[in-house]
């Protein structure tokens, strides 16, 4: 059964166990042979996701186990960029303390503060969730709330509108020029995207703005059939959902039709910074520790 990505207040013990024999170890060295020791069963996804910044959850994790034990005096950094473990490592490591143990132990370096900082501090740890987790928890938050307010203002609009919308995204999304087509006798085909300057290369386009509803086969079917004989490429598009016949028909179909739905219409418009802006930019800042080097002043 594969395991879940551990919380960062998890990693303490394994860390204090790879460091064990007193090795004065790299950082980077030392997350690998966390992860290889103790969860080489997570589920590779899981494995694969990322902080909000880019780096590597599962690692990111480690890393902020080994930055509290440090806090705590189980580690110490001898040299710029590397890891030992302490004699109070070493008895946590060996003795049957266990993790709560050593939880409390580190939440105890900002008990006596009284600042939001350390406040924040403390509460990550009794939570179990890293700084970061909490920052990536944060933006996940917002970031849901502000695709549910999209959705639903796509689907007030004019349908006219969301067709031109469609278009917009595909555009910003690095595809050629497109062509509205008219919004009477188009035969199911609400814009062209040309794929090289000639247009000899076509993708066609379907938008359809629902409430509620869902997008149904003979849709799927129409749309196929006013594709016939001149692209075999297709975009449906829809703020619902399509039914299982409708996405079967696309599967059985000789054309390529790419189905998004209003989940993926969002996180796409999200994306690409349609009927979106940035409100607020944050910065995450770390020690320099090049500055500090002789000579580098």
Do not use: C
Not at 117 to 144: C, F, M, N, W
Not at 177 to 201: C, H, M, P, R, S
Request: cysteine-free.
């Amino acid at each position: 059964m594969n395991m879940e990505i551990p919380k960062f207040n998890e990693t303490f013990l394994p860390i204090l166990k790879v460091l064990l024999d007193g090795r004065t170890v790299a950082a980077r060295d030392l997350y690998q042979e966390v992860e290889t020791a103790f969860y080489a069963d997570v589920d590779p996804d899981l494995k694969d996701q990322t902080t909000k910044s880019g780096d590597r959850l599962i690692e990111n994790r480690i890393a902020w186990g080994k930055s509290y034990l440090k806090k705590g005096g189980y580690v110490h950094y001898p040299i710029r960029g590397h890891v030992q473990i302490t004699e109070k490592g070493k008895l946590a490591a060996t003795s049957e303390i266990n993790l709560r143990d050593i939880s409390a132990d580190t939440i105890n370096f900002y008990k006596p503060e009284t600042t939001k900082t350390h406040q924040v501090a403390y509460r990550s740890v009794e939570l179990g969730s890293s700084p970061q987790d909490l920052i990536d928890s944060g933006i996940e938050q917002i970031d849901t709330e502000v695709k549910e307010e999209l959705l639903a203002k796509l689907k007030e609009i004019d349908p006219f509108y969301f067709e031109r919308i469609i278009l917009v995204l595909l555009k910003r999304m690095g595809y050629g020029d497109f062509v509205e087509t008219a919004k009477t006798g188009d035969g199911g085909i609400d814009g062209i995207i040309n794929q090289d300057q000639l247009g000899l290369e076509k993708i066609y386009i379907q938008a359809k703005r629902y409430s509620e509803n869902k997008v149904r086969e003979p849709e799927i079917r129409n749309f196929i059939g006013a594709m016939s004989g001149d692209t075999q490429k297709g975009i449906f598009v829809t703020t619902s959902t399509f039914d299982e016949k409708a996405k079967n028909k696309v599967k059985t179909a000789h054309h390529k039709i790419i189905l998004l739905d209003g989940s993926s219409l969002v996180d796409l418009m999200f994306k690409f910074n349609v009927g979106v802006q940035v409100k607020s930019s944050y910065e995450i800042k770390q020690i320099d520790t090049d500055f500090f080097e002789a000579g580098q002043i």
